[in-house]
């Protein structure tokens, strides 16, 4: 740190610089991230309530309540009114949070999920001494139910579905997984990403699998509005069932004013309004609109891989779609290189498009040509 206090005029200029070396989602080149520019509404709302901090809630009850809120319009999203739960700092904190809680309430310590679930789990393993148990995956890379349903034990202290797989973007057979836990194994689904499409899929006449809270065995839910809710970063959420779930987690400390029950102390609290303010101002209608223009140019960016000669995996059930590739890490350097960023997969092999609302299908058009060059290039067409 300097000295002296350096003129503000500088200070902005060397913000500005670093700001210029980022990407941005108007720019058009990106491509594998699955988080958008935020509503207006979200942006306007975010700086409006920068310094508050719902890890002392005591001193932000207008905060607080526009937090209870949010958990409300997100549990009736998920079918559940009277759902509980915390907006989170995302994802992985969520899914943490989930395990932090079936750990809690049930003493044991094995998790099973499958082996296309988010780093987060195994993250949470380690940090709480958990046991991962790690599940194949069938033909259309979901979780297979045969391995799970013998491998759920008296050992288990959760048992974790995907609603939207973070490579691929399908969903695993929660409503399978809910029959076989039924109410006595803790069952959480990561919906992280797909929270805030499948429900609107269902609403378009899509043929969507069950996989929240309308499900019995279902016990929490992960849902983040900064993805395709298009909240300001960060803006996670943890649903939950049961208030005891809360309770096994909460915390009062004496300096503090209220109740915490989350990983985080100090919370980065404007998100809540941001996401409070973008879910009214869109509404159903609105994120349904949303929704169905991102499916229309992934269905396009679908078409225009198979034209130049690129085979899918799977074909796309949410704006996530993939393109098999022999040597896919080659071929997104050599992208990057061009200005696009998008990513690549695991299991199987691909480069990964996420069709977000910045996506649009002049993108398309002008990506395709650049990874046909580039392809060709590389023998994978």
Not at 19 to 27: C, G, I, R, V
Not at 109 to 123: L, R
Not at 349 to 356: E, F, N
Not at 374 to 379: A, D, E, F, Q
């Amino acid at each position: 740190m300097n000295k002296k206090g350096a003129r503000y005029s500088q200070v902005m200029k060397e913000l500005k610089n670093a700001y210029e070396q980022d990407y941005h989602f108007k720019d058009g080149g990106i491509l594998g991230s699955m988080c958008t520019k935020p509503h207006p509404a979200a942006l306007k709302a975010h700086s409006m309530f920068i310094e508050s901090n719902l890890g002392n809630p005591g001193l932000y009850p207008g905060t607080k309540k526009l937090e209870e809120k949010v958990i409300r319009m997100l549990g009736s999203l998920l079918h559940n009114k009277n759902a509980y739960g915390h907006v989170t700092g995302g994802g992985t904190e969520s899914n943490i949070t989930a395990l932090w809680i079936a750990k809690k309430v049930t003493k044991k310590k094995e998790v099973v999920f499958p082996e296309s679930a988010h780093f987060s789990f195994h993250k949470a393993c380690d940090l709480m001494d958990l046991t991962p148990v790690e599940i194949g995956l069938d033909k259309n890379y979901r979780m297979r139910i045969d391995e799970a349903e013998d491998k759920i034990s008296d050992k288990t202290a959760c048992v974790v579905g995907v609603a939207g797989t973070t490579e691929l973007g399908v969903t695993d057979p929660v409503d399978k997984l809910s029959d076989i836990c039924n109410e006595k194994t803790f069952l959480h689904v990561d919906a992280a990403f797909g929270g805030f499409v499948l429900p609107f899929l269902k609403e378009l006449g899509y043929k969507t699998p069950d996989f929240d809270f309308k499900l019995k065995g279902v016990c929490s839910v992960t849902i983040d509005p900064h993805k395709m809710g298009m909240a300001s970063v960060p803006a996670g959420a943890l649903l939950l069932r049961e208030k005891q779930y809360l309770k096994s987690i909460s915390r009062k400390p004496v300096y503090l004013t209220g109740v915490q029950a989350c990983i985080s102390g100090t919370r980065c609290s404007a998100s809540v309004p941001g996401t409070y303010a973008t879910m009214k101002v869109l509404g159903r209608d609105g994120y349904r609109r949303i929704v169905k223009s991102c499916m229309d140019v992934t269905f396009y960016l679908s078409k225009r891989f198979k034209e130049i000669g690129l085979q899918l995996p799977v074909e796309p059930e949410m704006n996530i779609v993939c393109a098999r590739m022999k040597n896919p890490i080659r071929i997104v350097k050599e992208l990057d290189k061009k200005g696009w960023k998008i990513s690549k997969t695991r299991k199987p092999r691909c480069i990964r498009g996420v069709v977000m609302p910045h996506v649009t299908r002049k993108v398309v058009d002008d990506f395709i040509p650049e990874l046909k060059k580039v392809c060709r290039k590389n023998g994978e067409i």
